[in-house]
């Protein structure tokens, strides 16, 4: 007997069949690989860049340049900017989870994580105008100790980020 009638019985000898399994599932296998290394620099720099951004935007909604009151040991500012910032990235995460690895879930993970982190600014905003209106916030982020307010901001800031992070999942 030839390994041809076996190959069409479909009971060809293990090394025969070997020989001849297609390379295309190796391939697939390859090209999968590459396009979740494109997606994880896509997504990484999507969420640099955004972490970027909120830095930002809270420099912008606070008094004063952020970056000089830290360095200038605004230990209140310091604080507030680290809640910031883990409040953003669990707003990231969160906007990813869930999400296939494809474009429109790279797509869809940016616009809710950017529209998230605006909302998380924005709401930081109002809770610093209506809870902390009577405080001078500038002497607030400069003091170079830590204060109870500066400590209800951070909180207010990670507790904003936590309950838009939620909400966007």
Known sequence: RDSSSWLLRG??????ADRLRPLWPQHCRVL???FSLVALVVYAVVCVGILLGSYYFLDILTPGKLTMIIKNGGWNAAILATANLLAVAFIII????????????????????????????????????????????????????????????????????????????
């Open 94 to 169: 969160f906007a990813m989870l869930g999400q296939p690895v494809s474009v429109e879930g790279i797509i869809y993970a940016t616009v809710f994580a950017v529209v998230g982190t605006i909302f998380q600014g924005l709401g930081l905003f109002v809770i610093r105008r209506v809870w902390l209106r009577n405080t001078n916030v500038d002497e607030l982020l400069a003091s170079p100790r830590v204060t109870p307010p500066g400590l209800f901001l951070a909180a207010a800031a990670l507790a904003t980020g936590l309950t838009i992070a939620v909400a966007v999942h």
């Open 11 to 16: 009971i060809a000898p293990r090394r025969v």
């Open 32 to 34: 999968f690989v590459l």
